[in-house]
């Protein structure tokens, strides 16, 4: 669970949490996500999109990874600093290839009712990275005010 | 005439049925599939329901919440009725258009725009 070497943090500055499969339990390290966010000024458009794709990424592992089984864990891994935000998900399903996912923006797809989360995270993030065929998604998203 | 619900605040204006959040975070998919049912139930509650959703105290939205309006969509649509939103913030409003759903749903910027447009059906 080492981070993508392109996200410049170090393995050492992340902090890690383990979740239960339970959707409530986002509620605490999304907490601390969202005051280090503070603390390091990011702007409102961009704790929007933070919080948008952190809770999205967990929905999936708690849903479609770990089918709801609450026996299951979720593992996060986050790093903040003014810079950039390092958010790190794991399930333990079995995984999935994110290039087969349909385009839920395709004309075909719009009337779909499912399967817009993944996209989200794309478009919201700077940078996505799939790992362990699927089961550990990687997001980083840097600070536009920084100019990172 | 308001109608008490633990997540929608439901009111008549003339024919069309004017729906409120009362959840600022559609979050949770508990929430979201009993807001699912509320909101079919009045859905089916009458052939040609005309139906307003008003997004105003909304300030967060899962993707799992866009499913569920797709299926209210089609819903009514099947109803011959007419759905539309309102009040859609800047943030919110950005997740239809990454998603192209702004070109799905029939989107105004007041309640009363959107009130104006079920008069010219």
């Given at each position: 669970?080492k981070a993508?070497?392109?996200?410049g943090?170090d393995?050492?500055?992340l902090i890690?949490?383990?979740l239960p499969?339970?959707?409530?339990s986002?509620?605490?390290?999304?907490g601390?996500?969202?005051?280090a966010l503070q603390?390091?000024?990011y702007?409102?458009?961009?704790?929007?999109a933070i919080?948008?794709?952190f809770e999205?990424?967990v929905?999936?592992?708690?849903?479609?990874?770990?089918?709801?089984?609450?026996?299951?864990r979720?593992?996060v891994?986050?790093y903040?600093?003014p810079?950039?935000?390092?958010?790190?998900?794991?399930d333990?399903?079995?995984?999935?290839?994110?290039?087969?996912v349909?385009?839920?923006?395709?004309?075909?797809?719009l009337e779909?009712?499912?399967?817009?989360?993944?996209m989200?995270?794309q478009?919201?993030m700077?940078?996505?990275c799939?790992?362990d065929?699927?089961k550990?998604?990687w997001?980083?998203?840097?600070?536009?005010?920084?100019?990172a | 005439m308001?109608?008490?619900?633990?997540?929608?605040k439901?009111?008549?204006?003339?024919?069309?049925?004017?729906?409120?959040?009362?959840?600022?975070?559609?979050?949770?998919e508990?929430?979201?599939?009993?807001?699912?049912?509320?909101?079919k139930?009045?859905?089916?509650s009458?052939?040609?329901v005309?139906l307003?959703?008003?997004?105003?105290?909304?300030?967060h939205?899962?993707?799992?919440?866009?499913?569920?309006?797709?299926?209210?969509?089609k819903r009514?649509?099947e109803q011959q009725?007419?759905?539309k939103l309102?009040?859609i913030?800047?943030?919110?409003?950005q997740v239809?258009?990454i998603?192209r759903?702004?070109r799905?749903?029939?989107?105004y910027?007041?309640g009363d725009?959107?009130?104006?447009?079920?008069k010219?059906g």
């Amino acid at each position: 669970m080492k981070a993508p070497p392109d996200f410049g943090v170090d393995d050492d500055a992340l902090i890690d949490v383990t979740l239960p499969t339970d959707l409530h339990s986002v509620k605490e390290p999304e907490g601390r996500i969202m005051a280090a966010l503070q603390r390091c000024g990011y702007d409102a458009d961009t704790t929007f999109a933070i919080k948008l794709a952190f809770e999205e990424a967990v929905t999936n592992a708690a849903k479609h990874g770990n089918r709801n089984d609450r026996s299951k864990r979720i593992d996060v891994r986050y790093y903040v600093d003014p810079r950039r935000v390092v958010i790190m998900v794991r399930d333990e399903g079995c995984g999935f290839c994110p290039d087969k996912v349909p385009d839920p923006t395709a004309d075909e797809n719009l009337e779909r009712p499912s399967g817009r989360g993944i996209m989200l995270i794309q478009s919201y993030m700077t940078k996505v990275c799939y790992r362990d065929n699927g089961k550990e998604v990687w997001m980083l998203k840097e600070n536009p005010a920084c100019g990172a | 005439m308001e109608q008490p619900s633990s997540h929608l605040k439901i009111k008549q204006v003339g024919e069309v049925s004017v729906v409120e959040f009362a959840d600022r975070k559609i979050l949770e998919e508990l929430s979201i599939q009993e807001i699912g049912e509320e909101l079919k139930h009045l859905a089916e509650s009458q052939p040609g329901v005309k139906l307003l959703l008003n997004f105003d105290n909304v300030h967060h939205l899962a993707s799992a919440a866009l499913g569920m309006l797709i299926t209210l969509h089609k819903r009514v649509q099947e109803q011959q009725g007419l759905l539309k939103l309102s009040n859609i913030n800047r943030q919110i409003f950005q997740v239809f258009k990454i998603t192209r759903l702004n070109r799905v749903f029939d989107i105004y910027d007041t309640g009363d725009q959107a009130l104006d447009a079920f008069k010219q059906g």
